[in-house]
């Protein structure tokens, strides 16, 4: 469902376990879509991206996967890291527009537990 | 290679003044976006330029907050008169081109405003 405000999803794991991060979208024409980090007092970083013309991308130890059909997106990330600790935000662009406007998701706090 | 820089790093005003904010993108990039973050929530982009045109300020409040980019390198971003609701985090960011040719966004450290 739909979080507001300082109620984020929550994700905790423990140091080396692998963690998946949810993101479900609702712009049927987005065709770009995107991971940022954001750790504590910084801007955010981009992760990896992915585009409608494909499902999964694999990047160092993080995984996209994208079902257009559903409009689900998710982050794999392998043998996670106590620096994996941060807000991850899924990003969509418009769609169908020249300069592709990005819309960021409310987030989900990963922790990750030494 | 020099990251996007922004400041103040942090700003506290009282409601009805005016403050503005600095951001240099990294350089040859062509956009620079301005963005602004509310506590527990994503970035909501207020500004996007392209070189020194803007591209698109459909949820910029015009009302209060004005930028721009007239040399089509730096930017500033004023808000007058500022608002209670205006505290956040105004996050700039910059890519080489723009996100429909699949350019990344680099985002700088922001600047904290807090209006009491």
């Known amino acids: 469902g739909e979080s507001v405000g300082l109620h984020l999803p929550t994700l905790s794991v423990q140091e080396g376990d692998n963690s998946i991060i949810n993101c479900a979208y609702s712009?049927?024409?987005?065709?770009?879509f995107i991971w940022y980090k954001q750790e504590s007092g910084k801007g955010p970083q981009f992760i990896i991206d992915?585009?409608?013309?494909?499902d999964k991308r694999q990047g160092q130890r993080v995984t996209v996967l994208l079902n257009k059909t559903v409009k689900h997106l998710s982050l794999q990330i392998a043998a996670t890291q106590p620096g994996d600790s941060a807000v991850y935000f899924c990003?969509?662009?418009?769609?169908?527009?020249?300069?592709?406007?990005?819309?960021f998701g409310q987030g989900t706090i990963l922790t990750v537990h030494p | 290679e020099a990251g996007v820089a922004q400041s103040p790093r942090y700003k506290i005003i009282e409601k009805r003044q005016s403050v503005a904010f600095w951001c240099n993108p990294i350089?040859?990039?062509?956009?620079l976006y301005w963005y602004q973050q509310i506590l527990g929530q994503g970035p909501k982009l207020l500004i996007q330029?392209?070189?020194?045109?803007?591209?698109?300020d459909s949820q910029l409040p015009k009302d209060r907050f004005s930028a721009e980019r007239l040399k089509g390198v730096d930017s500033t971003l004023k808000i007058q008169p500022a608002k209670l609701e205006d505290s956040a985090v105004y996050l700039c960011?910059?890519?080489?081109?723009?996100?429909?040719?699949?350019?990344?966004?680099?985002f700088g450290p922001g600047t904290r405003l807090t209006v009491l």
């Open positions: 960011a910059s890519s080489f081109r723009g996100v429909a040719q699949g350019d990344t966004q680099y």
């Open positions: 712009n049927s024409a987005s065709d770009y």
């Open positions: 992915i585009r409608s013309n494909m």
């Open positions: 990003v969509t662009n418009a769609g169908g527009t020249s300069y592709g406007k990005l819309t």
């Open positions: 350089s040859g990039h062509a956009t």
């Open positions: 330029f392209q070189n020194n045109g803007v591209v698109d």
